[in-house]
Each structure stands twice: as C-alpha cells, then as structure tokens.
C-alpha cells in the first residue's frame, strides 16, 4: 500500500522526470491530514487494487504522452 504524504509524491515525479527545476512549496497547512492518503474506504467499497506501483504508473503516463 502506496500512502506516502504528498510531497513523497511530488518529488518521485521529479526524480522520475529527471527533472532539473526547483521544486518551491508552500506554506503548508497545520492540518496536513488530507495530504497523507487512504485507500482503505475505496478498498472496502469496491475490492480495488492498484494494478502498478506508483513509479511504473508514472514512467506509463510520460511514456504513452510522448507517442501522441
């Protein structure tokens, strides 16, 4: 189960990217709790599974984007 916080998120697709520009955040929000996902619910709801890991997930977007 992927649920890293978001800006574990942000910086894979950098990373993934191979990106060379400055990743600027926010200020943030005293409740981060909303940044910090939770399959469980959807999980429960409809017995989904994610079929890739993030990271392939990510390399199949940037890859199928650059065949249009």
Do not use: Q
């Amino acid at each position: 189960d992927d649920t890293r916080i978001l800006k574990a998120f942000v910086e894979e697709i950098h990373k993934i990217c191979h990106s060379r520009s400055e990743i600027v955040y926010g200020k943030g929000n005293a409740n981060n709790d909303f940044m910090n996902p939770d399959n469980d619910k959807i999980r429960k709801l409809t017995g989904w599974s994610e079929e890739f890991r993030f990271a392939e997930s990510i390399r199949r977007i940037i890859e199928d984007n650059g065949k249009k």
